[in-house]
């Protein structure tokens, strides 16, 4: 299991965003295998998922957990993903294991 903690803070879009609609989040592994907290999630304290965040507009901040269920021997020396749904070109890597 690895774990994630993100905060984030929407472009300003009058219309708002929404995190869980915006936001892929996935593991990568050393090998370059990938696991996607939507295809294998493995549970958060209820309350900090992304998608607890709802709605988000100018100005607003959050912060979540994510968890992604990744085979033991696949987490040491990966990374973190996160990619735009709405730009895939536009996406950050971040230390993992």
Known sequence: MATFQLAVKPAADENGGDPAASLGI???????????ASNAPCGVIAGTEIWAVGTMYPGATASFDSCV????DAVQGGVWRVSSYIDPSAFIFLDGA
């Open 26 to 36: 996935d593991y990568v592994s050393a090998k370059g295998n990938t696991f996607n």
């Open 69 to 72: 269920a990744v085979p033991a």
